[in-house]
């Protein structure tokens, strides 16, 4: 069983940042992809970002060039650094891992972004 603990969200004005981490209970060296997903009020939940073991990375169209992600090996956090804000990313993130076939969710911090 793998834990997983998003923390960083809060309330920014457009244009700001903020980064967001994901702790996980279990050394992340072999889990196959991490990722952040992203859920606004009455929408689906969504791919923002994802990395792999290997450090391939991909991105939503929407986020690209604004956003980044990035892992630390020994501090078993996925990071997610999200610059230029627009009140669009408002919603709630998820960390995502995906360990032998088994996805592992955490339970999401909320991101703001006022206009």
């Known amino acids: 069983q793998v834990q997983l603990v998003e923390s960083g969200g809060g309330l920014v004005q457009a244009g700001g940042s903020l980064r967001l981490s994901c702790a996980a209970s279990?050394?992340?060296?072999?889990?196959?992809?991490m990722g952040w997903y992203r859920q606004a009020p009455g929408k689906q939940r969504e791919l923002v970002t994802a990395?792999?073991?290997?450090?391939?990375?991909n991105y939503a169209e929407s986020v690209k060039g604004r956003f980044t992600i990035s892992k630390s090996n020994i501090k078993n956090t996925v990071y997610l650094q999200m610059n230029s804000l627009k009140p669009e990313d408002t919603a709630v993130y998820y960390c995502?891992?995906?360990?032998?076939?088994?996805?592992?969710w955490g339970k999401g911090t909320l991101v703001t972004v006022s206009s």
């Open positions: 990395i792999t073991s290997g450090g391939s990375t």
């Open positions: 995502k891992a995906v360990k032998y076939g088994i996805n592992y």
């Open positions: 279990k050394s992340i060296f072999s889990f196959r992809t």
